[in-house]
């Protein structure tokens, strides 16, 4: 199957405080998982990518935990701030075509 | 920093009109695509393009749809006999043949009257 579940729909944080958006998928090959970042009126921005190798990774602020056996991999996003206001996309592709799947959107609100 | 870049930003047809969005990848890259997303809604995939053949693409890519690269620059999605329903956000992306990173434009907001 090519789906891929993400939760919550929306998110309001309190600046400073840690934003977790999660994903969930079903088909086994893929094997690439990016998050996007969207802002009105653009397009989607590569945030941060793991690999099913990998179990965690870190830029900055941004953290990507996957877990291969449940299927699932989720963003934390620490101190969290109003710019990281934005719609956030989870995705999976594989293969040498690497056509993404993207997740249905998370849209953070961070409040000052 | 290289940009994926579409035009038009906004596009205006009345149905059953034909409509062809422009893309214009980063120079190097090697693999082309076509998402779409209807207002607030996900991103789906539509189509993927290399060695100038289509690769891959989604149910919603039926006959109406038609994707070239007329030139070396250039990846148009081309939609035939337009409806109400393609209404939507068209974005293009490219990737290098090296990595799945796959770059974004920022979108031609295609409405059909």
């Known amino acids: 199957q090519q789906q891929v579940k993400q939760s919550p729909q929306s998110l309001i944080v309190q600046k400073g405080g840690i934003s977790i958006i999660n994903c969930a998928y079903e088909n086994t090959a893929f094997d690439y998982f990016p998050w996007y970042q969207q802002f009105p009126g653009k397009g989607p921005a590569l945030l941060i990518a793991?690999?099913?190798?990998?179990s965690e990774k870190k830029e900055g602020r941004f953290t990507i935990s996957f877990n291969k056996s449940a299927k699932q991999f989720s963003l934390h996003i620490m101190d969290s701030q109003p710019g990281d206001s934005a719609t956030y996309f989870c995705a999976a592709s594989y293969g040498y075509n690497n056509d993404m799947r993207f997740g249905a959107g998370t849209r953070l609100t961070v409040k000052p | 920093e290289p940009e994926v870049t579409q035009t038009p930003s906004h596009q205006v047809t009345q149905m059953g009109q034909e409509v062809i969005l422009r893309c214009v990848p980063i120079s190097n890259h090697l693999y082309f695509y076509w998402y779409r997303q209807i207002l607030g809604q996900k991103v789906e995939f539509l189509v993927s393009f290399y060695n100038n053949e289509i690769s891959e693409k989604s149910e919603i890519f039926d006959d109406q749809f038609s994707v070239e690269r007329p030139d070396g620059s250039n990846f148009t999605l081309k939609i035939r006999s337009t409806k109400l329903e393609d209404s939507a956000m068209y974005f293009c992306?490219?990737?290098?043949?090296?990595?799945?990173?796959?770059?974004f434009g920022d979108g031609t907001r295609l409405s059909i009257l």
């Open positions: 992306a490219s990737r290098d043949g090296g990595r799945p990173l796959q770059h």
């Open positions: 793991i690999r099913p190798d990998v």
